[in-house]
C-alpha cells in the first residue's frame, strides 16, 4: 500500500468512547501519514463527556467529534478508507456496510469505559485504561512499513495489533 495519508474509520456501537478515543489519538499521533474518523452501528448520538476529558487531559485536540453512523462512511463522496478497525465486540459481530475502498479489516476488541459503573475514580480509570490501550496499538500501526507491506502480511500484523 503506497497511498498518504492512509484513510482509518475506527467502529463501534454507540460511537461515544472507545472509537472516538482512537480517532482523536490517531490523528494527533499520525503525524499527517494516516486521517481518522470514527462511528457506529447505533450511535448515541453524543460523544461521553469522560472521553473529551481523557482527551483534554493527553492534550489531544478532540475538536468537531461527534457521534455518528458508520453510513456516512459507506455513502457516495465517503472517503476512500485504507483500514477499518472495530474496537468492541458487539460491532465486530455486526454485518457492517460496504465499505469504498475494499479496506483492510481488524478487530481490536476492548472494554467499553463508557460501561464501567462505580465511583468517579473507577469511571476516570476506565477511560484512561482505554486510552493507553489504544495509543499501544496506535503506535504499534504507526511503526509498521505500510508502505512495504504486501496485503496479507499488513492484514496478519494488523489482526495481531488486537492482541497487544
Known amino acids: 500500500m503506497d497511498r498518504s495519508p492512509y484513510q482509518v474509520l475506527f467502529v463501534c456501537t454507540g460511537n461515544s468512547a472507545r472509537s472516538i478515543l482512537a480517532e482523536a489519538l490517531m490523528n ?3 503525524g499527517g501519514r494516516f486521517r481518522a474518523w470514527s462511528a457506529g452501528s447505533h450511535p448515541k448520538g453524543q460523544v461521553h463527556p469522560l472521553a473529551l476529558d481523557e482527551l483534554r487531559q493527553l492534550q489531544v485536540p478532540a475538536d468537531g467529534a461527534r457521534s455518528k453512523s458508520w453510513e456516512e462512511f459507506a455513502a457516495s463522496g465517503a472517503p476512500v478508507l485504507d483500514f477499518v ?18 479496506p483492510l479489516s481488524a478487530h481490536w476488541g476492548m472494554p467499553d469505559p463508557a460501561a464501567v459503573e462505580g465511583t468517579e475514580a473507577e469511571r476516570r480509570r476506565a477511560f484512561r485504561d482505554a486510552a493507553v490501550l489504544l495509543k499501544r496499538r496506535i503506535d504499534l500501526l504507526l511503526s509498521l512499513p505500510v508502505e512495504r507491506l504486501d496485503r496479507l502480511s499488513l492484514q496478519r500484523d494488523l489482526q495481531a495489533i488486537g492482541t497487544r
Open 28 to 30: 494527533a499521533m499520525g
Open 85 to 102: 478497525f472495530t474496537v468492541c465486540d458487539q460491532a465486530a459481530g455486526e454485518i457492517c456496510p460496504v465499505w469504498p475502498g475494499q
